[in-house]
């Protein structure tokens, strides 16, 4: 593991996740979190859990984010 590549990793997650809360839109906000999904992904890879990142890229980034998008246009 690359302590520096850690390092940024979790300060991108830590903005992104800030940005996500701030945010007043809810579409821009669930993009938010879509990217910081595949962030965690990202992080999981680099540790080395290559399985645990597949299914968070997956899961939290592909199945979730298009769910939320199709909840928030079916509501008023």
């Known amino acids: 593991m690359i ?4 390092f ?3 300060v991108v997650l830590i903005i992104s996740a800030l940005v996500a809360l701030e945010v007043r839109d ?3 906000a669930v993009a ?6 595949f962030l965690v992904a990202l992080l999981f890879a680099e540790m080395g859990a ?4 597949f299914v968070e890229a997956t899961l939290g ?3 979730t984010g298009v769910l939320f998008i199709i909840a928030l246009f079916h509501t008023k």
Not at 32 to 37: K, P
Not at 50 to 53: G, H, M, P
């Open 61 to 63: 980034a592909g199945v």
């Open 32 to 37: 938010v979190l879509a990217v910081y999904s």
């Open 8 to 10: 940024w990793l979790l």
């Open 3 to 6: 302590w520096q590549v850690d």
């Open 50 to 53: 290559i399985d645990v990142s």
């Open 26 to 28: 809810l579409l821009a």
